[in-house]
């Protein structure tokens, strides 16, 4: 009987099982004519048109352009946003400078810029990376300041009272304490890079995951579109819960911090 | 101070040739455009047509959101069944199914108010489930030992504490929602405020779509700010 208690209340299993049961419902909802195919697809037809994909290495082709524009944005953004938020943590002048820059990027529709990065870079792979660099520098900076804001001033006056230079304060003690916060906001970031490629392939693009989203959308084809969405999902998903692993290695630094 | 100093280089910039003002325009510009805008009367249709999706779709998304996200709270096989759609919907960014929504609903509004469901429901529910979660289990047990029945528990107990995440997750959930709005117009549409920036965006009309794009951010601001306004005014009386 505990048995089947801890079968039944295992949240892998149920999880499993109610997806199976999901695409199940999906499949024959559609093969017994419940639903017009043309709307929805079958998930038997996405399986079959992905490994087509695969196999005219289209997929890949689309997956290469996408993640090299995402890896270039992402990389950029880590490097810059947690440079700026470091500085501007450390330095009263700059945060008060940038304080209101970020607080409009953060709180503007990125993406509504979109049609401006058109007219200076071109339509493409420049603009799509420089919309995903925004939409995820904003967070990094903005995670990373507040992390550094948020260090125990107690730890920092004990530090400086046994004759920490400014180098071991920022080393030892400052980076240290706000690694959790940074972390959160690579997390968030990624999300939003993910986002900012696809939907900027959307719009305007030759080649990737959201530009073959489209192109099929326009086709009316929604049995390749699907196909391409469930690897943005995946892909999503993978990014995800990379970073919570990352997130969770580092938690046990964490302390009580209300964002 | 620093606003003032990127805005007067933004000015003069142009003026004295260093930058092509068809790339950046003017602030003297942009405020030109905005009062054309405003004079010719179409702004208003544009906006209540934005508003109007905006406003259904994220209203679905309460209604649907937080009473969806209090009962995955509390029913644990029932959040077990859910909770790897429901993640892979969070980690997938959202406007990505803005093409098959198109194909689904149309270019119409209905299209649009998806859009925004899909963006404002998903931070609804994540975090009504973290706030039922995270009730104070002592309290439960407390309100229990004085025999409150299981409704009263949930009504004047798990409800009244879980009502701050409840509203942190409306929050996060209502810049993704005017994003959905935005970007939604602006991939295929009829009328609107994104339409408007896909538009004059392609006819290098710099200044104009400058105005759209402050009227939205001002928008979201001033939206996400009165929420979070909202939020500390149920954490302090919450202690």
């Known amino acids: ?259 | 101070m620093a606003v003032l100093v990127v805005l007067a280089v933004w000015e003069i910039a142009p003026r004295v040739g260093a930058i092509d003002p068809a790339y950046t325009s003017q602030p003297s510009k942009v405020i030109a455009a905005g009062i054309q805008i405003v004079r010719s009367g179409g702004l208003l249709e544009d906006i209540s047509v934005s508003l109007a999706e905006f406003a259904a779709g994220f209203a679905l998304a309460i209604i649907v959101g937080v009473p969806l996200g209090l009962l995955l709270g509390t029913f644990r096989v029932l959040r077990y069944l859910l909770d790897p759609p429901i993640m892979a919907i969070y980690a997938t960014p959202h406007l990505a199914l803005l093409p098959i929504l198109v194909v689904w609903l149309g270019i119409g509004m209905q299209s649009k108010i998806a859009v925004v469901f899909v963006g404002g429901v998903i931070p609804i529910v994540v975090n009504s489930i973290a706030g039922v979660r995270e009730v104070e289990s002592s309290w439960i047990a407390a309100a229990r030992s004085l025999c409150a029945r299981e409704w009263d528990v949930f009504a004047k107990v798990i409800l009244p504490a879980s009502l701050p995440a409840v509203v942190l997750g409306i929050r996060l959930g209502l810049s993704r929602a005017v994003l959905g709005v935005v970007v939604a117009e602006m991939f295929q549409s009829q009328a609107g405020i994104g339409n408007r920036i896909m538009r004059y965006g392609s006819e290098f009309r710099t200044d104009y779509l400058l105005f759209y794009v402050l009227l939205v951010s001002v928008f979201s601001f001033t939206a996400t700010w009165s929420v979070r306004a909202l939020e500390d005014k149920l954490w302090t009386s919450g202690k």
């Not at chain 1, 695409?23 to 093969?31: F, K």
Request: glycine share 8%.
């Open chain 1, 1 to 259: 009987m505990t048995g089947f208690a801890s079968w039944k209340s295992s949240p892998i299993v149920l999880g499993v099982v109610f997806f199976a049961a999901l695409l199940l419902l999906w499949e024959s909802a559609v093969r017994f004519g419940w639903v017009n195919p043309f709307f929805v697809s079958r998930p038997s037809l996405i399986a079959a048109s992905l490994s087509r994909e695969v196999q005219s290495g289209e997929l890949q082709r689309n997956l290469a352009v996408s993640l090299g524009e995402f890896a270039i944005a992402y990389g950029a953004s880590v490097m810059i946003g947690i440079l700026t938020g470091l500085l501007a943590g450390r330095f009263c002048t700059l945060e008060y400078i940038l304080d209101p820059f970020l607080w409009f990027l953060y709180s503007a529709p990125l993406i509504a810029f979109y049609p401006i990065f058109v007219i200076w870079f071109g339509l493409g792979a420049p603009t799509v990376i420089a919309v995903s660099f925004l939409l995820s520098v904003t967070q990094i900076t903005a995670s990373t300041l507040s992390g550094i804001q948020n260090v125990d001033p107690g730890l920092v006056r004990a530090a400086r009272s046994f004759g920490a230079s400014e180098r071991d304060l920022l080393w030892k003690v400052i980076l240290p304490a706000s690694v959790p916060m940074v972390i959160a906001g690579l997390r968030l970031a990624i999300g939003r890079v993910l986002m900012g490629v696809v939907v900027a392939e959307l719009f305007g693009a030759t080649a990737g995951l959201g530009f073959s989203i489209a192109y099929y959308g326009g086709l009316l084809q929604t049995t390749n579109m699907l196909a391409s969405l469930v690897v943005v999902v995946v892909l999503g998903v993978l990014c995800t819960q990379a970073l919570s692993a990352l997130e969770a290695h580092f938690s046990y630094w964490r302390t009580d911090l209300r964002i």
